[in-house]
């Protein structure tokens, strides 16, 4: 039997057997793991707050044949921001849903670890939480290779300019001098600041990723553009954040 310390985020938390829960814990070493967390009466309440949904802790953790069981945790932050407040905990529960999906299927890796912590402390403090995880995961999606080539032409590879044509069947920017008559039905026009933005959240590092300023109007061009890009490479639907568009005039009363 091993003992491990590690820090890791809670991605997700449900019950186990009556009495127990299990996690899934996104760890910088080990990538994703699931770790059964024992309910007994003298742990309960050490580690209530350090499994809690979203939390970044501190686990010790016995392993054996690649199972994982909760020796003891402390919570270094519990991000309470997301127990207040409806739109911000769908945006966390979106990022952590498409995080979770690829940390399950990578070697672990430690990019990716560091990219949801940036991303997740930005989401419990930002004024725009949802735009926030979108492109939050957009740049995840760039991490691990599924890159919009953003730079020039995705065929001839000469610069582009306005109007900014981007083909999502073919990953990239079309040049002015490509043949749009097989292509023109589904090519996207980027506004020059969109394309900006969009460049910045695939190339910034982790620390200046979430360091910029957007019109309300760039945000909702790169907002589309983020959930395109990631339905498409992911050939997965991604719900959560539906709920709020439809509700959105709700949520406004
Ligand atoms: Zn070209």
């Given at each position: 039997?091993?003992?491990?310390?590690?820090?890791?985020?809670v991605?997700?938390?449900?019950?186990?057997?009556?009495?127990?829960k299990?996690?899934?814990?996104?760890?910088?070493?080990?990538?994703?793991?699931?770790?059964?967390?024992?309910?007994?009466?003298?742990?309960?309440?050490?580690?209530?707050?350090?499994?809690q949904?979203?939390?970044?802790?501190?686990?010790?953790?016995?392993?054996?044949?690649?199972?994982?069981?909760?020796?003891?945790?402390?919570?270094?932050?519990?991000?309470?921001p997301?127990?207040?407040?409806?739109e911000?905990?769908?945006?966390?529960?979106?990022?952590?849903?498409v995080?979770?999906?690829?940390?399950?299927?990578d070697?672990?890796?430690?990019?990716?670890?560091d990219?949801?912590?940036?991303?997740?402390?930005?989401?419990?403090?930002?004024?725009?939480?949802?735009?926030?995880?979108?492109?939050?995961?957009?740049?995840?999606?760039?991490?691990?290779?599924?890159?919009?080539?953003?730079?020039?032409?995705?065929?001839?590879?000469?610069?582009?300019?306005v109007?900014?044509r981007?083909?999502?069947?073919?990953?990239?920017?079309?040049?002015?001098?490509?043949?749009?008559?097989?292509?023109?039905?589904?090519l996207?026009?980027?506004?020059?600041?969109?394309?900006?933005?969009?460049?910045h959240?695939?190339?910034?590092?982790?620390?200046?990723?979430?360091?910029?300023?957007?019109?309300?109007?760039?945000?909702?061009?790169?907002?589309?553009?983020?959930?395109r890009?990631?339905?498409?490479?992911?050939?997965?639907?991604?719900?959560?954040?539906?709920?709020?568009?439809?509700n959105?005039?709700?949520?406004?009363?």
């Amino acid at each position: 039997m091993n003992v491990i310390t590690t820090k890791a985020f809670v991605m997700k938390s449900f019950p186990w057997k009556e009495r127990h829960k299990l996690l899934h814990l996104l760890t910088p070493e080990l990538g994703l793991i699931t770790a059964l967390a024992p309910a007994s009466e003298r742990m309960k309440s050490d580690i209530r707050g350090a499994t809690q949904l979203f939390s970044l802790s501190e686990f010790v953790l016995t392993e054996k044949q690649g199972r994982y069981s909760v020796r003891s945790a402390f919570v270094i932050e519990s991000f309470v921001p997301f127990y207040n407040d409806f739109e911000r905990l769908t945006a966390v529960s979106h990022a952590s849903e498409v995080f979770t999906d690829v940390a399950r299927h990578d070697e672990p890796n430690r990019t990716l670890f560091d990219l949801w912590a940036y991303s997740v402390y930005e989401i419990s403090v930002s004024e725009y939480p949802v735009f926030i995880a979108r492109m939050a995961t957009l740049r995840l999606m760039v991490e691990i290779g599924l890159t919009p080539y953003l730079d020039s032409c995705v065929r001839c590879h000469s610069h582009v300019n306005v109007p900014y044509r981007f083909s999502f069947s073919e990953g990239g920017l079309l040049c002015e001098r490509e043949e749009f008559r097989q292509t023109q039905a589904e090519l996207t026009i980027l506004s020059p600041d969109a394309l900006a933005l969009l460049r910045h959240i695939a190339t910034a590092p982790h620390k200046k990723l979430f360091r910029f300023y957007a019109s309300s109007n760039t945000r909702s061009e790169a907002s589309d553009f983020a959930d395109r890009w990631l339905e498409e490479r992911m050939e997965k639907r991604y719900n959560r954040l539906a709920f709020l568009d439809e509700n959105s005039t709700f949520l406004i009363d």
